[in-house]
């Protein structure tokens, strides 16, 4: 998912140079949205990681 991340946050910064806000500004968001998506999905199954290995050991 950080790898779509940061094709969309590649895609926004030349669309950006080009002059193609509209697309640039959606492009951001997207990569935004999927950045912190990434982020919780990494701290809930980190916590989970942590809470079923104490229950295996």
Not at 27 to 55: H, Q
């Amino acid at each position: 998912m950080l790898k779509w991340a940061l094709i969309f946050f590649v895609i926004s910064i030349v669309a950006g140079l080009l002059g193609f806000t509209g697309i640039a500004g959606a492009a951001a968001a997207v990569a935004k949205i999927l950045f912190w998506i990434a982020i919780i999905l990494f701290v809930l199954f980190l916590i989970l990681g942590m809470t079923v290995y104490k229950k295996i050991t």
